[in-house]
């Protein structure tokens, strides 16, 4: 079974400071891992995703994220935070091994908040 | 470009009334189609999917239903709501099969 955890279920940064989001996951295959972000009563909206290749993954509005497979994790990142991306950032999992393969998992999300 | 429409976008239901929310994806063809609940502005909760027309699974038993009359038209029901079907409904759609999901803009539902 694949599994995803946010460990925090809030984070505050400080504007220009960078930020981090963190994410841990489980698969039995190899994952597929993406980034959304949830405004305030507004559908989810897509960030960024790894499917293979670089572990860097650069996305959305100056957001990236590393894929660290021995950590098995994959932390969202910005260098510099704005007022504007405090919101709700969901991280999810999907495995390639045809197990449960339609579903994408989610985590329980963690609200960031930045402060001017 | 690929939109996705999701209405009404508020409702307000007595309890035993009727649903239906629908769904539709306009600018792809042939996408895999879902259905999620999202209680309490935090986790997602993956109701129905489909991978096309008149294909649905179900992922939790429930009160409610899903259906798929056309490629890119997904609609959820209920015939008697519950208290705790209260919650931000969401559809999401794929274009390729293990590719990120697209989400609409959400139905809030709240059931009295």
């Known amino acids: 079974a694949q599994s995803v955890a946010q460990p925090e279920d809030q984070v505050n940064v400080a504007e220009g400071n960078p930020l981090t989001v963190k994410c841990t996951y489980s698969v039995s295959g190899n994952p597929y891992l993406f980034w959304y972000v949830q405004y305030p009563n507004r559908g989810l909206q897509f960030l960024l995703k790894?499917?293979?290749?670089?572990?860097l993954v650069k996305g959305s509005y100056g957001f990236e994220a590393e894929f660290n497979k021995s950590q098995t994790s994959f932390h969202l990142k910005k260098p510099s935070a704005l007022v504007s991306d405090s919101a709700l950032y969901f991280c999810?999992?999907?495995?390639?091994?045809?197990?449960?393969?339609?579903?994408?998992?989610f985590g329980k999300g963690t609200k960031l908040s930045v402060i001017p | 470009s690929q939109t996705i429409h999701q209405w009404p976008a508020t409702l307000v239901q007595p309890v035993g009334s009727p649903l239906s929310l629908e769904c539709t994806v306009e600018?792809?063809?042939?996408?895999?189609l879902y259905w999620y609940r999202q209680a309490a502005g935090r986790g997602l909760q993956l109701l129905f999917y489909?991978?096309?027309?008149?294909?649905i699974s179900s992922e939790v038993p429930q009160n409610l239903s899903a259906s798929r009359p056309q490629d890119r038209q997904f609609i959820l029901s209920s015939k008697k709501l519950l208290l705790s079907d209260s919650g931000f409904y969401l559809c999401a759609w794929e274009g390729l099969a293990g590719g990120e999901q697209f989400f609409g803009p959400g139905t809030r539902l709240t059931v009295l």
């Open positions: 999810a999992v999907r495995d390639d091994s045809g197990a449960g393969s339609y579903q994408l998992t």
């Open positions: 600018g792809t063809s042939n996408p895999n």
């Open positions: 489909s991978v096309g027309i008149g294909q």
């Open positions: 790894y499917i293979t290749g670089d572990n």
